[in-house]
Every structure is written in C-alpha cells, then in structure tokens.
C-alpha cells in the first residue's frame, strides 16, 4: 500500500499534526505575546505611552483587587497546574490512539467486532470530553494564579520601566 495517495490520509495525518502541535505553539504565543506587544510598542512614542498606561492599569488592578500569593504558594500551585496540563495532554493522545486504533483494526469477521465498536467510540468521546473538562478547570487555575503571582506583578513592574526607559529621548536625541 502506497501512503498519501488519497485525501483522506492527508487530512487524517494533518489533522493529528494539528492536535499535536496546538498546545506547544499556545505555550509558546502565550510566551512570546508580552515581548512582542513591548516591541511594537516601542516603536512610537504615543503606542509605548499607551502600552505603559495598559500596564500600569493591569499592574494597578492586580495589586487593588488580588492578594498577592507568597512565592510558595505560587510554585504549589503551578505544579497543580503543570501536573493538570500533563494529564490532559496525556487523555488528548489517548483519545488520538484509541481513535487511530479504531480507525485502522477492522477484524470484520469477529463476533466480537459488534460489541467493541459502540465502546470505544463512547470511550473516545468519554476521553474528549474529560481532556476539555480538565483543560478548562486548570485553565481557570492558571488564571487565579496569574493574577495573584508575584513573579508576573514583577514582570509587570520591569516591562513598565523597561518601556518607560525606551521612550524617554536620551540628550543625543534632544
């Protein structure tokens, strides 16, 4: 059997390399988002006054209605937070196998093929369900941490004075 000479392997294996990949390249533009915003910011005067203003407003908010955790509290719960990550991306690849497994097994001659059909396509969708299930719950864990850590209210602090020292004209520039 000559692979890829069809559209519906195509879409199949693209479609798995996009489950694959959707959850590293979230991580990585939920990284990179702030520097970007920062640079384009820079880029003008008036966009890096109203980048430091949208700062300083979020730093403000923060500050004003969230109590700040210790740094103990915060590193507990990222490991809650890291370990319901794993979990999910580990119910997504087993629903990805038991789907592949599903898809490609056929043993049309077992009596036994009526019976497992039925379970493992509410099995898959058990496991779809649960991985968005878990996903959103720490999801929202992530974001009660966020607001309270005190590593991002210092992330905050140095992007604002960053941004600030980058917009203020040096002597040369005057």
């Known amino acids: 059997m000559w692979l890829g000479r069809d559209f519906g392997w195509w879409g199949f294996v693209f479609g798995a390399t996009a489950l694959v990949l959707a959850v ?3 991580i990585i533009g939920n ?4 520097k970007l ?3 384009w910011a820079s880029r003008s005067i008036i966009s890096t006054q109203k980048r430091i203003t949208s700062l ?3 730093l403000s908010k923060y500050e004003i209605f969230y109590k700040e955790l210790s740094d ?3 590193w507990i719960l990222k490991g809650i937070e890291a370990l319901g990550m794993l979990g999910s991306l580990i119910l997504m690849f087993t629903s990805l196998g038991i789907l592949a497994l599903g898809t490609v097994y056929k043993p049309s001659q077992s009596w036994l093929w009526r019976f497992s059909v039925p379970f493992e396509y509410m099995s898959l969708l058990g496991m779809i369900f649960t991985t968005f299930f878990v996903y959103g719950i720490f999801l929202k864990l992530s974001k009660y941490r966020k607001r309270r850590s005190p590593e991002v209210r210092r992330i905050l602090k140095l ?3 960053k941004l600030k020292s980058n917009s203020t004209p040096s002597a040369e520039e005057k």
């Open 72 to 74: 103990t509290e915060d």
């Open 56 to 58: 300083e407003r979020q």
């Open 159 to 161: 992007s604002i004075e």
């Open 31 to 34: 990284v990179l988002t702030p």
């Open 37 to 39: 915003l920062n640079w």
């Open 24 to 26: 590293p390249l979230t």
